[in-house]
């Protein structure tokens, strides 16, 4: 058990469609985002100050904001917003 399982839920995103299950979702909605995040998360896991990478910083705060998503209560959120009922449509 360490970081990376500490809130996980398995499916958090998985969908159904007329019997057709889909785990894809979160490889393409965050597939790229998960590239460049580990590279900034990486860069400011051993910073030293006073160098600093401004695309570093511009990858880091996008990556970060998004991991409320990645939750059940993010996405439970999300739902919220959107006004919709069905785990599927949100």
């Given at each position: ?7 996980a ?36 896991g ?45």
């Amino acid at each position: 058990m360490g970081p990376e399982r500490c809130f996980a839920q398995d499916d958090l995103y998985t969908t159904e469609w007329g019997g057709i299950v889909n785990t894809e979702i979160e490889q393409f909605f965050f597939g790229d985002l998960d590239s460049e995040g580990k590279k900034a998360i990486e860069y400011f896991g051993g910073f030293k100050h006073p160098s600093v990478n401004g695309d570093m910083l511009e990858t880091f705060i996008p990556y970060m904001s998004a991991q409320k998503l990645r939750t059940p209560k993010g996405l439970a959120t999300l739902q919220a917003m959107a006004r919709l009922g069905n785990r599927n449509l949100t």
